[in-house]
């Protein structure tokens, strides 16, 4: 089933790679530098996306490897809680950045 599941998103995503980010386009396809600056905001939110996922899974590793120990599983606790967080920030700066876009 998994495999099946794979091979569909891979081919869908090969096909047109727009799936994943629909307003982001081909780096080397901008018209213009107001194009690219308009842009920008989705390309961080993929960074972003990543850097979460990156601080997310460390903090549930120190969750896991603290083996009962409060002081190291308090810490790993705040990781966690400040990883969701910087994302729910992000997200609502993305909002906002495209709020004011549709504006312009």
């Known amino acids: 089933m998994w495999k099946f599941i794979i091979e569909k998103t891979f081919a869908a995503t090969v096909a047109d790679p727009g799936?994943?980010?629909?307003n982001l386009k081909n780096l080397t396809q901008f018209d213009s530098l107001q194009d690219f600056l308009l842009n920008i905001p989705a390309m961080l939110i993929g960074l972003v996306g990543v850097v979460f996922?990156?601080?997310?899974?460390f903090g549930g590793y120190q969750y896991l490897a603290s083996m009962g120990n409060e002081e190291q599983s308090k810490q790993?606790?705040?990781t966690l809680i400040n990883a969701i967080i910087g994302l729910v920030v992000?997200?609502?700066a993305e909002?906002?950045?495209?709020?004011?876009?549709?504006?312009l």
Request: charged residues 15%; proline residues 4%.
């Open 19 to 22: 799936i994943i980010a629909p």
């Open 53 to 57: 996922l990156g601080i997310f899974f």
């Open 76 to 78: 790993a606790k705040e």
């Open 90 to 92: 992000v997200l609502v």
């Open 95 to 103: 909002a906002l950045v495209l709020w004011l876009k549709s504006k």
